[in-house]
Structure formats: structure tokens, C-alpha cells
């Protein structure tokens, strides 16, 4: 039997954890499911995914925790200082002795709450230059293909659709994506990136079409989210942001390179009127050809004006013709005088040409030629002469290095059997047949 001891008392005793526990199952069937509203402190993510905060009021604070599986279900981002809504279950840590809120929802305070968030968002993203004018595309004038990202069903779509083909028909290209609750934010995000590096399959547009229509602040949130407007910002593709409804305004607008009041309106900035289009083309040709038949009568005017300044053409030539009358007469004079001195220049060079000249050059140059016999003679007489010698001496150096003269004086030559020379002992040795050549003949050795 446990020893108990003597408290004076006749209280019963019971564990840490069976109050604990006790206190905890009155709390969750006293209050189960409810929602609080305060304002967020504390706000901590853990490395496990799951957030912990407190929610205080002016008198007041609790702890609070969220599953890693909820968190991203929330349509904002929480955080310090935000009041919200928060709704979930009542219950005790045992662990800590303290009561906390499982949040499973959560939103914020009222329209003043996300328009407060709003505010800070923007600008910060201000701040960093997203919204900065010199990031702004210019709009092409008449796009081949236009993405238009939006819901795919509803009067936003047919609205836009409509209006593009009413006015100015082109090739449209719809990315259908979720306009407003969980997930939204980033499907419009994905759109928009997936349009400026698209696949082989597809074209790239000329320009993009944001749009949904009119709903509250809360319905129009994804457009607010920064994921959104980073994409929007950094797309290469000019971009027209149409959400909502005039008085509506969402940070997507700042980071777009243009903003509709409506879906509507966006179409009519994407295309011209294809009907005025063309009556400006035909306004256009009236004018070219006007101003081409103004300028032909002016040059016409012009060139007879010039044509009454110029003299007529046989008062044109009569100056030339003058002038080569006189040339004539001064050639029909001057071609005699300049035949008579090209004929005495004939006449002088024809008296070099006398055979007894010609002969007396021939033999000056055969003189010359013997001349020059003799002394090539001579040369090539002495020229022998030194070969001659030379060769003697080579012949005698060559007869002085005979290998047979150095045997006759008692030395031998010794080969092995492949017959190379075999120069040492080490050599000899290694080899068991030796070829010993004398001066009168050779020995064959074995060893």
C-alpha cells in the first residue's frame, strides 16, 4: 500500500496532468469554436512550418497557434501590429499552463485593416522603383497577338473578346486563371511569367491583358499580392492592368505600363478601329495624291518658266559652228607643216641605217668577243689547275687514313657475327664468335 501522508486535510489529490488535462476538456466543451478579434503580436514562423503569435487587446492577451497546413491558406499576409479576425478552437497547453486559440481562419479587422496593409505594401514597392515612370513600355500599335489573362468564364472574357473583334480583329490567346481566393495570386503571377518566355507551341504576344471585373476590396486582394506585382513590373511584354471597376484601384495598376478603368476600355486601348484605321489610310491617299499633282503642276510651271530663259538652239550652236570653221582652217594648215618635219626626222634616222655602218658595228663586236674568248680561256685553264691540286692533296690525306695501312703495321680489326666492331674486352666476351680481319686477310674465332 503507497504511503500517503498525513495532510490534516480529507481533500483528494490528484496529479499535475489530471488537472491539467481535467482543465482542458472543460475549456474546449465550455468555449469550443470561436473567433476573436485583436491585434497581432509576436507573429514567429517555426522551422516546422507551423506560426505562433499572440492576440491582445487593450486589456488583454492570449497565445495563439497555426498549423503549417493553414497558414497558406490565408488571403493576406499577417503580420505584427495588424488587427484581425481570427477564428478556431479554444484549448489549454498542458506544457506551458497556459491557454491558446487553434487558428483555422483568419482575416483582417474590417476594410480599414487591408487598406492599412495596402498602404504599407505600396510603398515599399515604391520604395524599390517598380512603379518608377522610366519602367513604363510604350504600347504597340497594332499588336499581331495579345494575352489576355482572366478568368475563363464570366462577362470579363466575352466583354474583352468582343470589343477586339469589333473593333480590330487579331490573334488572342487566353490564359484562364482563378481572379480572387486561394491560389490566385499566384496562377495570375505564373500567367504572366509563362507569356514572356512561352513555349515553341504558341506565340509570343505583342501585349498582355490583366482584367476581372468590380467585386470589394477583398475579392479584388490577388491583385495586391507582391508576387503579383513583381510579375507585372519585370514583364518584358507591355502590360495593361483592367481590374475592377474605375473607382477600384490595386497595386498591379502602378507596376502595369498602362491602366483601363474596365476590361472594356483595356480592349480599346490594345487595338485601332479597323474602320478608322482605314478611312485615315484613304485620308491619307487623298492627300498623297493631291500633294503629287500639286507638286507635278508646280515643276510643270517651273520648267516652262525656264524653257522661256534659254536661248533658242540655233543661237546655241552658232558660236560652235564658229568655232569649228576655225578649227578647220587651222588644221588644214598645220597638218603640212607637221608632215614635212616628221619626214626629216624619218630622213635623219634612215642615215643611221647605211650597210657599211651596220658592218663596221659588227666588227668592233666581234673583236670584242675574242677578247673576251681568250681571257675565259685562261681562267678556266687556271681554274683546273687549282681543282687539280686540290685533288691531289684530298687523295693523299685519303690514303694517309686507310684503315689497311694501319693493319699492315700489326694491328687487327675485330667484328662480331652481325659485323659490328667489337672495341673492348666486355664486348669480346659477350659474343661467342669473333671476326678477326689482318692486313692479308681474315680469321674466323671462336670463343
Not at 497565445?63 to 493553414?70: N, R, Y
Not at 491557454?99 to 481562419?105: A, K, N
Not at 483582417?108 to 496593409?117: D, E, Q, R
Not at 699492315?408 to 680481319?437: C, H, M, P, S, Y
Amino acid at each position: 500500500m503507497e504511503n500517503i501522508p498525513d495532510l490534516g486535510h480529507n481533500n483528494p489529490v490528484y496529479s499535475v496532468s489530471e488537472v491539467a488535462q481535467s482543465i482542458k476538456r472543460m475549456v474546449e466543451d465550455r468555449f469550443g469554436r470561436v473567433s476573436l478579434r485583436g491585434e497581432i503580436s509576436g507573429w514567429k514562423i517555426a522551422s516546422s512550418g507551423h506560426v505562433y503569435f499572440r492576440l491582445k487587446d487593450d486589456a488583454a492577451v492570449i497565445d495563439a497557434v497555426c498549423w503549417k497546413g493553414t497558414v497558406g491558406k490565408f488571403t493576406f499576409k499577417p503580420e505584427d501590429g495588424l488587427e484581425v479576425v481570427a477564428t478556431g478552437k479554444l484549448t489549454t497547453y498542458p506544457g506551458k499552463s497556459s491557454y491558446q486559440i487553434v487558428v483555422d481562419s483568419m482575416q483582417p479587422a474590417g476594410v480599414g485593416a487591408l487598406m492599412a496593409i495596402l498602404e504599407k505594401r505600396r510603398k515599399a514597392l515604391e520604395e524599390e522603383g517598380l512603379f518608377s515612370l522610366e519602367r513604363k513600355k510604350k504600347l504597340p500599335f497594332m499588336p499581331q497577338v495579345i494575352g489576355v489573362i482572366t478568368s475563363p468564364t464570366g462577362a470579363v472574357i466575352r466583354d474583352i473578346l468582343h470589343r477586339i473583334s469589333e473593333r480590330f480583329p487579331v490573334h488572342v490567346l487566353v490564359f484562364p486563371v482563378a481572379v480572387q481566393g486561394e491560389g490566385a495570386a499566384e496562377q495570375i503571377a505564373n500567367a504572366i511569367n509563362f507569356f514572356n518566355n512561352p513555349s515553341s507551341l504558341i506565340p509570343k504576344p505583342d501585349l498582355l491583358i490583366v482584367a476581372r471585373g468590380g467585386g470589394s476590396i477583398e475579392d479584388l486582394w490577388a491583385f495586391n499580392e507582391e508576387i503579383v506585382v513583381r510579375a507585372a513590373a519585370n514583364s518584358a511584354i507591355p502590360l495593361i492592368s483592367a481590374v475592377g471597376h474605375e473607382t477600384d484601384t490595386t497595386l498591379i495598376d502602378y507596376a502595369s505600363d498602362q491602366r483601363a478603368p474596365t476590361p472594356t476600355a483595356a480592349a480599346e486601348m490594345a487595338v485601332p478601329v479597323r474602320e478608322e484605321f482605314r478611312l485615315a489610310l484613304g485620308q491619307l491617299a487623298l492627300r498623297h495624291d493631291s500633294a503629287i499633282f500639286r507638286l507635278f503642276m508646280q515643276r510643270n510651271e517651273q520648267l516652262v518658266g525656264l524653257v522661256r530663259g534659254l536661248p533658242k538652239p540655233v543661237q546655241l550652236l552658232q558660236t560652235a559652228t564658229q568655232r569649228l570653221d576655225d578649227w578647220q582652217e587651222r588644221l588644214l594648215v598645220a597638218l603640212p607643216a607637221v608632215l614635212d618635219r616628221k619626214e626629216q626626222q624619218l630622213t635623219m634616222l634612215s642615215a643611221h641605217l647605211r650597210p657599211k655602218t651596220l658592218q663596221n658595228e659588227i666588227i668592233r663586236t666581234k673583236e670584242r668577243l675574242k677578247e673576251i674568248e681568250v681571257r675565259l680561256e685562261l681562267a678556266v685553264l687556271r681554274k683546273l689547275d687549282m681543282s687539280s691540286d686540290k685533288l691531289t692533296n684530298l687523295s693523299s690525306l685519303l690514303e694517309s687514313v686507310n684503315y689497311k695501312k694501319i693493319l699492315g703495321r700489326g694491328f687487327a680489326l675485330v667484328k662480331n657475327k652481325d659485323g659490328k666492331l667489337v672495341t673492348t674486352a666486355i664486348e669480346a666476351k659477350n659474343n661467342d664468335k669473333l671476326q678477326v680481319i689482318f692486313a692479308d686477310g681474315e680469321v674466323l674465332v671462336k670463343l
